[in-house]
């Protein structure tokens, strides 16, 4: 019995769409990690990128449980003295709801340049309309 090890050439992507209206944020996240680095696939290697497209719609209606919108904060600095820019959750999701998801799968993904690819199969659109529409997406269910 020889192990199965996945190549990068014979690997096939899937498209999903996700519609995150009303869906928890911490819960979208883990179905779109689990589809971005494959892990639903029985070819699943963990060092070559197997996973899938996954396109987010409906950002701006996510929801976000207890007092997260006023209490979680997202941090940036900027490398100079005084630089340490601060956005609560949510008035992030106000101004821009895509890099909510965007960060929250980012954290559940490799700290490693394999991590970063896996984001950029990533596409999340604030609104119902999404411009993939030629790869012929299939829905995914995250309330399953």
């Known amino acids: 019995m ?25 819960r979208l996240a883990t179905k779109i990690a689990v589809l971005l680095t494959g892990k639903n696939k029985p070819t699943y290697t963990p060092h070559v990128d197997t996973g899938s497209f996954v396109i987010v719609v409906n950002a701006e209606k996510i929801h976000l449980t207890g007092r997260k919108t006023d209490q979680k904060n ?20 106000e101004t821009h709801p895509d890099r909510l998801i965007r960060f929250a799968v ?39």
Request: net charge positive.
């Open 2 to 26: 020889k192990t199965f090890m996945a190549k990068k050439e014979e690997t096939e992507r899937g498209w999903y769409v996700i519609d995150a209206a009303g869906v928890t944020l911490g």
């Open 106 to 144: 980012r954290g559940m993904l490799p700290k490693n340049r394999l991590g970063r690819a896996m984001l950029k199969k990533l596409k999340v659109y604030a609104g119902p309309e999404h411009k993939h529409t030629a790869q012929k997406p299939e829905p995914y269910s995250v309330t399953s």
């Open 74 to 93: 997202y941090y940036h600095y900027s490398g100079y003295q005084g630089g340490l820019k601060r956005i609560t959750a949510g008035k992030l999701l």
